[in-house]
């Protein structure tokens, strides 16, 4: 029984290292590229400021792909698929049509990469640095960026209808929206702050700066001068989330909210005399913690569903599948 007992033991010790061992393994890690392709990171970093450079809003622009390829799936560059004749994407998904934007930045950063290091980097991974770069560049914090992730052969324009919320979200649909990724009402708050950098459509606050009366009343006025209250009328012009700094990264967006100033709907139900209030107060007047519980957010929102190991691919080209 005792000679049982031991070989029991040993079975379980090393069906335990075969479960450690291969959770291990489809982890996500810092220093992933390390060895595989040392010059990944200047690399990058180069090409996000050039592109800034060129155009501020850019920056947003590629974390917003970041936010929205997370969302549907996971990390894992489905969002970077074009349509073909037998395959439908989420480019034209109604939360990215006329409005993802980016894409063609990524294609120059996946080529710098090539040029480096070839057949090395996923799409997924490109995209979740060059994210951190963009903030940075616009005045954000920094954040050691996790890799491993590997592209998607698929995309689901059905899920990025379904999962990716819409600016007419109100707070309990945020809040559900975040939790079936697995992020929290904190992580969501935190999240949302990307908003004080990059622009919207007429079309996504027209119905706001017209119909709802939580809105600094000169905040109205000056948005209704470039966006007409007939639908179909001026739908894809612009106006910055933030009014004062649209390309500097920092916590102007709660200072807004407070005021009352959200551009989008769903931007001022996070101060709207709810459960939220608080932690928007707080971010206004502490740019620190929004600093440090965005950064937090960000990693966690890095890890939702990643493909590791075997599954997926290393595409070449971000737009198609291998």
Known sequence: MASFSSSAKVIVTLAFLVLFIGSSSAQLSTNF????????????????????????????????????????????????????????????????????????????????????????????????????????????????????????????????????????????????????????????VALSGSHTIGQARCTNFRARIYNETNLDSSLAQTRQGNCPRIAGSGDNNLAPLDLQTPTTFENNYYKNLVNQRGLLHSDQQLFNGGSTDSLVRTYSSNPSTFNSDFVAAMIKMGDIKPLTGSNGEIRKNCRRRN
């Not at 007419?168 to 009402?185: Q, R, W």
């Open 33 to 188: 590229y390390s060895q595989s392709c040392p010059r990944l990171f200047p690399t990058v970093k180069s090409a996000v400021q050039s592109a800034i450079s060129k155009e501020a809003r850019i920056g947003a622009s590629i974390l917003r792909l970041f936010f929205h390829d997370c969302f549907v799936n996971g990390c894992d560059g489905s969002l970077l698929l074009d349509d073909t004749s037998s395959f439908t994407g989420e480019k034209r998904a109604a939360p990215n049509v006329n409005s993802a934007r980016g894409f063609d930045v990524v294609d120059n950063i996946k080529s710098a990469v090539e040029n480096v290091c070839p057949g090395v980097v996923s799409c997924a991974d490109i995209l979740a640095i060059a994210t951190r770069d963009s903030v940075v560049t616009l005045g954000g914090p920094s954040w050691n960026v996790k890799l491993g992730r590997r592209d998607a052969r698929t995309a689901s324009q059905a899920a990025a209808n379904r999962s990716i919320p819409p600016p007419t979200s109100n707070l309990n649909a945020l809040i559900s929206s975040f939790s079936a990724v697995g992020l929290s009402t904190r992580d969501m």
